[in-house]
């Protein structure tokens, strides 16, 4: 097993239909090859705050938007305590598919000031490494309902994925690394390993 000094929390982050969960897979798998010690995992969760999220994908106007918050800050809250924090203390590294900044931006988008749901996630560690993958609005409506033959739920229409989108494009933070999604599996990968070899090398022992 290759050693690192500190645990790695890496999030994958950007709006729906840009990939995310296939390059987490796959960046898993390549990080497991070189030896090291890898869980992944996401938000929504599959814990009682997850289940209730996911209850509301398609009926989002039955709890309002302060208890749609309060939800994904409790679900990150129990995912913090039980997987993500004792995983960092144990020098894992972490891949998370979506994490705070989809906080800030989706219900950013819903009408919170993003700066505030982030300042709402203090409990949470920050990322040693964000990837936002990026594609545009039409091409992530495209990709949900052509390619993967889904309905839209109804965090996915199209305004407001503009607006989630303008949200996401504005994050000026020091861990975002921002990754062309527009490209191949393959190219994106690449993109994606230039990232986290970087950050590795700063924590290898
Ligand atoms: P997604 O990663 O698409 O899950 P799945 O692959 O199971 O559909 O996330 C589900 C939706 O939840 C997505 O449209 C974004 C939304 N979401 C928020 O609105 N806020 C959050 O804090 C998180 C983590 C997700």
Redesign the pocket.
Known sequence: MVALSTGALIVFEGI?GTGK?TQLALLSSSLKKEGYDVITT???TDGKYGRQIRALYSNRVSVSREQELDL?LSDREEHVNEVIGPSLALKKIVLC??YFL??AA??GAAGFDPLDIIERNSFAPMPDLALLLEISPEESIRRITEKRGDLL?D??QLESLKQVDAIFSAMQLPYIRRIDASKTVGQIHQQISIAVTELLQQLRT
């Open positions: 729906d969960s996401r938000e929504p994904f598919d979506r989809s906080t989706y219900q739920n965090f996915e």
